[in-house]
């Protein structure tokens, strides 16, 4: 089916990867098990040491790990559909600064720089460079939204075992769901750090639907955010667009949801109000989130010539669905089931 508008999966999804590469879909072209398994010595171990950590402190000491490390490293992309892309990233941290540069390895080329909530692309076959803020959404990888106090209401940590990843040995520690509105994850995080360096999205069945992991990885690494910040500035010669959205709320374009998902908070309210051709001139993108996995609702004018099928569709651990409200035409994007996603459409409505 063809999806009129195409919202591009910003970089409060998942893995870094995802959003420098435009929504790359993630995927495991198979099902590896952590080198370790629940019967072996191995998991007997981390069991009994590990066994007392809750979701909530599994996340954090993962999150802290991506907060406070510097490291450069090559990371690959699986999808269940066969295909594979990889990108090389450079993290910085000086104090409450976080920068990072992201370069695709595969397929046309592109430069993603973060500096905290500011984000510029540069894609050097048509010399432009897009830059844009977003509000903070975590960092690499940005699931880890410890933040999020009802995160345990809705999945639970059970310890794997102990893996190896990029030469770095790792606790393996999966997050299930407790309902069917949401996927699971099998982390992987380095011992010493709590780095995550490897992350699988799993669907109900435990069949894995997404994969990253880093091939190559310096922890700790050389590197300046001062020399990062000087490459995301060299835009001399480039045509440089800036992605101009407006902070909004539901209420004031006329939305509300009779009822809400379970576990699903609203987070931002956006508006792009000046031409763009995607998504078009006054597309509202209305994001959900449970702590862990995001929703993003965009709605805009219906469009005959533009908005021709409803359905739903599926790339890795990203589902999508397109509908007709009235006049308006809702695209649901989320790294959820697709039944959280008719939830959500079927409990959206325009104010009367």
Not at 11 to 35: D, I, K, N, S
Not at 120 to 128: A, I, Y
Not at 169 to 175: N, S
Not at 248 to 260: D, F, I, M, V, Y
């Amino acid at each position: 089916m063809r999806v009129a508008v195409k919202p591009k999966i910003k970089y409060a999804g998942r893995v870094a990867l995802v959003w420098a590469l435009g929504g790359l879909a993630l995927a495991g072209a198979e099902t590896p098990g952590p080198a370790s398994s629940p019967s072996s010595p191995a998991a007997a171990s981390v069991r009994g040491k590990h066994t007392e950590r809750s979701v909530s402190e599994w996340l954090v000491r993962m999150h802290e790990a991506s907060r406070l490390r510097s490291y450069v490293g090559t990371f690959v992309v699986l999808s269940n559909s066969g295909s594979m892309s990889s990108a090389r990233i450079w993290h910085a941290c000086e104090g409450d600064l976080q920068v990072e540069r992201v370069e695709s390895l595969t397929g046309a080329p592109r430069s993603v720089f973060r500096r905290n909530d500011e984000v510029v692309t540069f894609l050097p076959q048509s010399r432009v460079v897009r830059a844009e803020k977003q509000a903070p959404a975590g960092l690499f990888p940005s699931l880890l939204n410890a933040s999020e106090s009802s995160i345990a209401q809705f999945y639970e940590a059970r310890a794997v075992g102990s893996d190896r990843v990029a030469g770095f040995e790792a606790d393996v520690v999966q997050l299930v769901p407790k309902d069917r509105l949401r996927f699971g994850y099998r982390i992987w995080s380095e011992k010493k750090s709590g780095l995550v360096i490897k992350l699988q999205t799993l669907n109900q069945q435990g069949t894995v639907l997404e994969q990253v992991a880093f091939s190559e990885l310096q922890l700790d690494a050389p590197v300046r955010a001062a020399k990062l910040n000087q490459m995301m500035s060299a835009t001399e010669g480039w045509r440089v667009e800036k992605a101009d959205t407006v902070k909004t709320s539901p209420q004031a374009e006329g939305w509300h949801l009779k009822s809400g998902v379970a576990g699903f908070q609203p987070v931002n309210c956006y508006k792009r109000p000046g031409a763009s051709a995607s998504p078009p001139e006054g597309t509202m993108q209305w994001v959900f989130s449970d702590g862990l996995a995001a929703v993003s609702l965009f709605l805009e004018p219906y469009d005959r010539q533009r908005h021709d099928q409803e359905g739903l569709s599926a790339s890795g651990a990203t589902q999508t669905l397109t509908r007709r409200i009235d006049d308006w035409w809702l695209t649901a994007v989320g790294e959820v089931p697709q039944q959280t996603l008719s939830a959500f459409a079927q409990n959206l409505e325009r104010a009367k």
